[in-house]
């Protein structure tokens, strides 16, 4: 609409409620120590609400809560057009809060209030609708056996689900955990990062009002400690986690130190990006590498942090990439003209800022790297831009904020091996004109998505996502993601 404009965003932050509560079971609940901690704003760095502090109690009522209501089948029992129903409608509310929803993710995280109305928000959306499509549409199998049996192999519900989601994209994440695993008959306890927590503690009560029954789906607002009671727990058959690689490594010890229970982990990247000298539109490559890096500020787990780009192409290349940047400008993360928001926390840019300043040591910088303020108080960063030798530490950590690293190489061989150099596996893109050297490239990079020509396109659910390596395992979206929260159970009836 042409009246959703500055003003109109700013309007609506002022009228906002906003609910810091746990929901367990149905309800809203304080902490029971009654401890909370601050919802601050990146925008302008004010706190915006307070927020229950979840800790063992607020575990043990969620896995009771769960577990109670996956026995008595509520929602693992119900007729699978029937869940099909309710999760359609779960979707249709989130749409029909669109705005409400795109405005706390805003506040919350800094992202443009651009990208939560037209990403974010229809994202997570879609994702609830597809896998509820998805309910009554996948079956079993009846496999080959003797004359004398029937085989029958099916997938059942796996019980008690955690989902531990990041703040990059909070409710997009947790939407591509929660889906299936309700779809899929779960129970799920939802622990969002405490940066943003605000779309999550809304959704719960949207899947309340949606017909999913008390107790089957959760959420726990709290510090990172709630992810280890989680973790730890006895009574929860899965967790299922998107973060740094080593919190991820944590949570698959704390599993195996209690139930072994199933762990599926995303984790980091640090995506290469090839461009070859053939490459058919070197403009749109540019606009591609700098969205690449600077879209959501560069806190994507995606983000395609190294761009390889030939040596006879390299000076043409840079400056139309420089260029490029120049589009992206810190603004205000509620003016829908904004690119580029705000840095998550204070915690987040002072990171960013540390490898900013080994970047100044090491290597070479083009563009960028100081910190801005065009909203007082606020955290933001221009876009920064160095040019670096593969064994730079730029290079080669994962930096999740708005930070390139150009390398330069000489042949095919050794850009593919440039990029497989590294402990993940996440993404890579290539961009040429020859087919076969598309094929050849895509086969040989160790990642889990592989983009010719393009970068972070295909967002529908068909795709499966996840990494190879230190990326993580297991696949969030498409009917794959479905396998992560069901157990196989072969069935054997003997006829005769």
């Excluded at 809203?28 to 800790?55: E, K, L, N, Q, W």
């Excluded at 461009?275 to 590498?289: E, F, G, I, T, Y």
């Amino acid at each position: 609409m042409t009246d959703k404009n500055f003003d109109y965003w700013q309007g609506r932050a002022a009228d906002l409620r906003i609910e810091g509560r746990a929901f367990i079971d149905g309800v809203y609940v304080d902490a029971a120590d009654g401890g909370t901690f601050d919802c601050v704003s990146p925008i302008d760095g004010r706190t915006i609400a307070r927020i229950a502090d979840s800790g063992e109690a607020e575990v043990e009522a969620a896995v009771a809560a769960a577990r109670r209501s996956f026995e008595a089948g509520v929602w693992a029992n119900l007729n699978p057009r029937q869940r099909k129903k309710t999760m359609l409608k779960f979707g249709a509310l989130i749409r029909q809060h669109a705005d409400e929803l795109s405005l706390l993710e805003t506040l919350d995280a800094g992202k443009p209030i651009g990208d939560t109305t037209t990403v974010d928000i229809p994202g997570a959306a879609y994702c609830v609708e597809w896998f509820g499509e998805a309910i009554d549409k996948i079956g079993g199998e009846v496999a080959p056996a003797d004359h004398h049996l029937v085989g029958l192999v099916t997938r059942e519900a796996i019980g008690v689900v955690a989902a531990v989601v990041p703040w990059n994209f909070p409710i997009l994440m947790a939407a591509w955990k929660f889906a299936p695993a309700l779809a899929a008959g779960n129970s799920v306890i939802l622990k969002p990062s405490e940066k943003s927590p605000l779309t999550a503690i809304r959704v719960a009560q949207l899947a309340l009002e949606a017909g999913i029954p008390a107790g089957v789906f959760n959420v726990l607002p709290g510090a990172g400690n709630v992810g280890r009671l989680l973790a730890q727990h006895m009574d929860i058959d899965c967790i299922a986690f998107t973060g740094s690689t080593a919190v991820g490594k944590l949570i698959m010890q704390y599993a195996g130190q209690s139930n072994l229970k199933r762990t599926w982990l995303e984790l980091g990247g640090k995506s290469p990006n090839i461009v070859l000298p053939d490459c058919p539109d070197l403009d749109r490559a540019a606009a591609s590498a700098a969205g690449a890096i600077f879209y959501n500020m560069g806190e994507m787990c995606t983000a395609g942090s190294r761009l390889l780009v030939h040596r006879d192409i390299k000076d043409d290349f840079i400056a139309r990439v420089l260029e490029q940047a120049k589009k992206w400008v810190p603004g205000h993360p509620l003016d829908p003209a904004t690119g580029m928001g705000a840095i998550v926390d204070q915690i987040q840019l002072e990171r960013v800022l540390g490898y900013v300043e080994a970047g100044r040591a090491e290597s070479t910088l083009l563009c960028g790297g100081d910190r801005v303020e065009p909203i007082a108080g606020g955290y933001y960063l221009q876009p920064t831009i160095f040019e670096v030798k593969p064994t730079d530490r730029v290079a080669r950590e994962e930096i999740f904020g708005p930070v390139l690293s150009v390398i330069v190489f000489d042949t095919i061989d050794e850009a593919v091996q440039i990029a497989n150099d590294s402990d993940y596996g996440l993404a890579a893109a290539v961009w040429t004109g020859n087919l076969t050297t598309a094929h050849d490239v895509a086969r040989k990079l160790r990642a889990g998505t592989v983009w010719v020509n393009c970068y972070d396109e295909g967002g529908d659910m068909n795709f499966p996502f996840g990494g190879f390596k230190q990326s993580g395992n297991g696949r969030d979206k498409s009917l794959h993601a479905l396998e992560k929260y069901t157990e196989l159970k072969s069935t054997l009836v003997r006829l005769r």
